[in-house]
């Protein structure tokens, strides 16, 4: 039985799964749960992830969430995954965990509180409140500033690496997730780090076609209109 | 060279990093880093971690921050640990990874969240702001009552397991900052949540006599004072 893999390209840490899935020549299959329709709250989803959140995988007996989880568990679980996506070196390894721990406090914090409270909460109905949205971006720029002059000091990939690891793809998937802010808000925060940009780039090449295919839902998403109308979001 | 933990006891994830080596006889020297007095701004710590976050570890070569990252870097370097605390099955170590990386959006953004904003932020002359107070201790309710009814759902550590793992030690003593809230609060919020409080005190068994001797700096923090009069530190 194929690993089965839960979640909506809509999704950043789906899409990570997804793309890493499919560059890696890993059969699966793809199970849509529409988290606008509240699909993750659904009785049969919760048999699976008891928190509602996506993705999930089932491989065999083993059902898991958590997106890092996910991708280093495919890592130690499928024997043709490539060392550079999570090496075995203890050191390096312990840079990856590093990285991808960083990633939940700040980045992710950040831009996913951004999207969540100025964009989405807002689209579906739910309230969200100015400070937050206020509170968020501050972390989503330092985060930009610490991925710019920290983790992509050295080299093309972060912490060093001159190929990309799962920390890459993970923290790649969510910078693009910025491109659901309006083109005046997405280039006001990114347009100061040009190797985030270039990082960005690099990750896209090194999964290529993938990393295109896997993001071509969230380029038609309807927040395109009011982005090509050069709409904010929010008032500063 | 022994390896070098710097941190300071107020925080939890050092308290985890110091008593998992205390717990398993792994040679260190321990090195205060005062975060009230700002010294993770330092140069000479900022070469160490560039985040300026505590805890981190210098072991030879390597300099590593984010205390999961530390906790199983800790558990692969050094031969003498037992592998309940991070077990070799990749199946097992996944349910490890997933509860981890679950901690830090949701357990440590409810709980680090209301202490910092509720407590540390004023006592510090920093801002905070009630909505974000609010919405942290929202996240932290919703956490405690996943933990009550997933994780700790079967077993006596988290995600059934008989002996506990880094995850046990990480989140308790996430769940210990709690202490530092009024009486009245600490009890209205931990109260419903049996098997979390047995699960605190099976941890603190299981890490004897290091859990109360790694924790005494907080029980022993000014904060205190107003929780023995029974103060409220924020309205509802």
Redesign the interface.
């Known amino acids: 039985m194929a690993l089965k893999v839960y979640g909506d390209r809509m999704s950043e840490p789906t899409r990570a799964v997804l793309i890493f899935c499919k560059k890696n020549g890993i059969d699966f299959e793809e199970i849509l749960v529409d988290v606008l329709k509240g699909d993750q709250f659904s009785p049969k989803y919760k048999a699976i992830n008891?928190?509602n959140q996506i993705p999930a995988i089932v491989d065999g007996?083993?059902k898991?969430?958590?997106?890092?989880?996910?991708l280093?568990?495919l890592c130690?679980?499928f024997p043709g995954v490539a060392s550079h996506w999570y090496p075995g070196d203890?050191?390096k390894?312990?840079?990856i965990?590093?990285i991808?721990?960083?990633h939940?406090?700040?980045l992710?914090?950040g831009a996913a509180g951004l999207v969540f409270n100025s964009i989405l909460a807002p689209l579906n109905g739910m309230r969200s409140?100015p400070?937050?949205i206020i509170?968020a971006e501050e972390i989503l720029l330092r985060s930009l500033s610490?991925l710019e002059?920290?983790w992509l000091k050295d080299g093309s990939f972060l912490g060093g690496s001159s190929q990309p690891s799962i920390a890459d793809l993970s923290l790649a998937c969510e910078v693009m997730q910025l491109e659901l802010l309006s083109e005046k808000d997405y280039h006001r925060i990114l347009s100061p780090y040009k190797k985030v940009k270039k990082w960005i780039e690099d990750t896209r090449s090194a999964t290529a076609p993938y990393f295109d295919e896997v993001h071509e839902l969230l380029f038609e998403s309807p927040k395109r209109d009011s982005r090509e109308n050069g709409d904010t979001l929010w008032e500063k």
């Open positions: 008891p928190m007996q083993l898991l969430f958590e997106s890092h989880a996910i280093i568990y130690c679980a203890p050191a390894r312990a840079k965990h590093s991808l721990d960083w939940h406090s700040y992710r914090r409140y400070q937050i509170q610490k002059n920290v």
